[in-house]
């Protein structure tokens, strides 16, 4: 890896900000989820995501960054995100924002978990230990022990399922981003992104696959498309800055150094989220969910802790660099 690949402090500067912008692109779906359906904000987001992508492409060298010689790992990478943004905003549209989050800060576990098999990373059986503990955690948020839930076990899956095609999908890019620039992987995402959504529209976008649906998850997955509102343009275009940024940022992390030191950063998503269901929509996670987020996030800190620690030289001994 060269040094230009191997820069973690401007890495973890590029999550903070891309894990900021996601915060605010979930709290914007879910305050829209009631009156649109997904594969319609994901096509307005993306077009007007892909016009600030652009601006990176051209900002870090022009049109000749999208040649690339793995097409169909940029589409595998592509359909990964696809199918963990549309599991989650499922989710998002029934369950309490702060609880779906947490449940999908799994994630980073996970990706910790497969940069084992995928990019040859050492993860030792300490860290492996508290990737466990961090799925105890998604268990209790699940609360097993209640029979009538509000929502069904399936939805309340939903985000840990995100989680997992999210993790293969950042692992991913670290292995791309050795060949390819960020904006790059920006521009390959959002234009998977305007696809998989004018599909969705051509075959479901006069919603007559939600009518009878009782499913609130479905129902935002498959209702009608409709003429945005005059004050919902100024969240459109919020959500289309907020997927360029995001798309942009979250490459350029995963590009930039290992996934096991990117990912717990990622967990300044989780009081983000819980600000803005306070803060939005009137929501205050329960205990189950407290409990959770504390082995969840817990896990996670234990990991980034045992990675900093495993990249410092032993007391007494010499790095192989040179002087102690």
């Not at 490459?251 to 930039?256: F, M, T």
Request: charged fraction near 10%.
């Amino acid at each position: 890896m060269t040094s230009a690949l191997n820069r973690p402090g401007l890495g973890i500067l590029f999550i903070c900000i891309g894990i900021f912008a996601i915060s605010l692109n979930d709290m914007l779906i879910k305050l829209l989820s009631g009156g649109y359906p997904l594969h319609q904000m994901v096509f307005t987001r993306s077009a007007i995501g892909l016009v600030f992508t652009f601006g990176f492409v051209f900002a870090e060298g022009g049109l000749g960054l999208l040649k690339t010689s793995t097409p169909w790992l940029h589409l595998l990478r592509g359909l990964l995100v696809v199918l963990s943004n549309m599991t989650y905003f499922c989710a998002l549209a029934v369950l309490p924002l702060g609880q779906a989050t947490a449940m999908f800060f799994v994630a980073p576990l996970m990706i910790t978990l497969l940069s084992i098999p995928i990019l040859g990373e050492k993860v030792g059986p300490l860290r492996i230990g508290a990737v466990v503990v961090g799925l105890i955690g998604v268990i209790v948020m699940q609360e097993p022990w209640k029979a009538d839930l509000s929502v069904s076990r399936l939805v309340l899956s939903l985000p840990v399922i995100a989680a997992a095609f999210y993790a293969l999908m950042q692992v991913l890019t670290r292995r791309l981003g050795m060949t390819t620039r960020a904006s790059a992987l920006a521009v390959y995402i959002q234009g998977t992104f305007l696809i998989v959504s004018s599909v969705f529209f051509l075959v479901a976008g006069d919603g007559r696959f939600a009518e009878g649906v009782e499913n609130e998850s479905l129902i935002f997955l498959l209702r009608a498309w409709s003429w945005p509102a005059p004050n919902d343009w100024l969240i459109f275009l919020g959500l289309g800055l907020c997927s360029g940024v995001v798309g942009y940022c979250l490459s350029a992390a995963y590009r930039l150094a290992d996934a096991a030191t990117i990912a717990p950063f990622e967990y300044i998503g989780l009081p983000l989220a819980i600000l803005w269901g306070w803060m939005i929509f009137g929501e205050w996670p329960v205990p189950a969910t407290w409990a959770g987020c504390v082995l969840i996030i817990g896990a996670g800190i234990f990991v980034f802790l045992r990675e900093q620690a495993k990249a410092q030289p032993a007391p007494g001994r010499r790095s192989r660099w040179g002087r102690r």
